[in-house]
């Protein structure tokens, strides 16, 4: 096995940061290349410019950093998406498949692809969704990435590729801020109680979806991607749970310790996303597949965060 070389794309996202943050403690800032087209995090350390959709460039750049993993996060999220259909479909899918094709042609030994649980629909069972259920997606992302979860399968099957995957709840963190989705209250509304002590929220208080703190996503997709190729049964995307909990509770959990912050709310089109999407996930084949535990839940997730942006 040649030494583990890593090429992030999207790397200068919500999660990107962290990831690309977390993956340079672990392997060394030398074997890491964060690439993006935003340019913000070239101070951080080895950063080229890239558009997904330029394959050559991407090409290039594998060859030319001999690198031997992708973690492939460039993508735009569910309410983003929504403004612009026929873009959002082509940056999510044909950027995958231009990778997945690429990964094949240059022996690529593993490839990273973040699914979410977007790929959920009306008619996916709300509560303890199943790893196998029913998909009918209402957004282009959510539609992007079921089909992405199926090519990468496809990808698996037929030419043998290690690509792995995580259905992703709402990622929740203090180290960046996330940029049109669905679960972005849940990141904005800490940010509000220190700054106003109030926040206006964008989707009912009643409204349960599936979260998880930045924490549990990085060591969850270090560990998914560490583990031994013979104990990953799933090639499209693990479901994925840490916690599950309304706008409501994350201001009652704000309240605890910030006792003066108040909510109140006006949802927009974003609550018939949030709407489509499960409640909570079984992830039980995560759990048994590579040992999947989070650490977080939602009262220590707020200490946290509160702490943390406090600095
Ligand atoms: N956090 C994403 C969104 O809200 C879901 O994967 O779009």
């Not at 940061?17 to 403690?25: D, F, K, S």
């Not at 209250?185 to 220190?194: D, M, P, Q």
Request: aromatic share 10%; net charge negative.
């Amino acid at each position: 096995m040649s030494k583990k070389r890593i090429l992030i794309t999207g790397a200068a996202g919500q999660l990107g940061r962290v990831l690309t943050e977390a993956l340079r403690i672990k392997y060394g800032k030398e074997n890491v290349i964060a690439t993006d087209i935003n340019s913000a995090i070239e101070e951080f350390g080895l950063f080229e410019y890239l558009d997904i959709l330029n394959i050559e460039r991407l090409k290039t750049l594998i060859d030319q950093y001999k690198i031997t993993e992708v973690y492939h996060l460039a993508a735009i999220l569910s309410a983003n998406g929504e403004r612009n259909p026929a873009f959002t479909w082509n940056i999510n899918l044909n950027g995958l498949l231009g990778i997945l094709n690429l990964a094949v042609e240059m022996n690529l030994e593993k490839l990273f692809f973040p699914s979410t649980i977007a790929v959920f629909g009306n008619t996916t069972p709300q509560v303890n969704t199943a790893q196998n259920v029913p998909l009918l997606p209402e957004t282009v992302y959510g539609m992007s990435k079921t089909s992405g979860e199926l090519w990468c399968n496809y990808y698996h099957k037929k030419h043998g590729l290690d690509v792995r995957s995580i259905r992703y709840p709402g990622v929740i963190g203090w180290q960046s801020i996330p940029e049109g989705g669905t679960t972005d209250y849940a990141v904005e509304i800490y940010h509000a109680a220190l700054k106003d002590q109030h926040y206006t929220c964008f989707l009912e208080k009643d409204t349960r979806l599936p979260m998880i703190y930045m924490p549990d996503v990085i060591g969850g997709t270090i560990d998914l991607m560490e583990a031994p190729k013979e104990s990953i049964s799933i090639r499209y995307g693990y479901n994925l749970s840490a916690m599950s909990f309304t706008p409501e509770e994350i201001a009652k959990s704000i309240q605890k310790l910030i006792p003066e912050f108040t909510i109140d709310y006006q949802p927009d089109f974003r609550q018939a996303i949030a709407a489509s999407w499960s409640e909570s996930i079984d992830d039980s084949q995560a759990r048994n597949d590579w040992n999947w535990k989070p650490k977080y839940d939602l009262d220590l997730m707020t200490k946290d965060m509160i702490a943390n942006l406090k600095k």
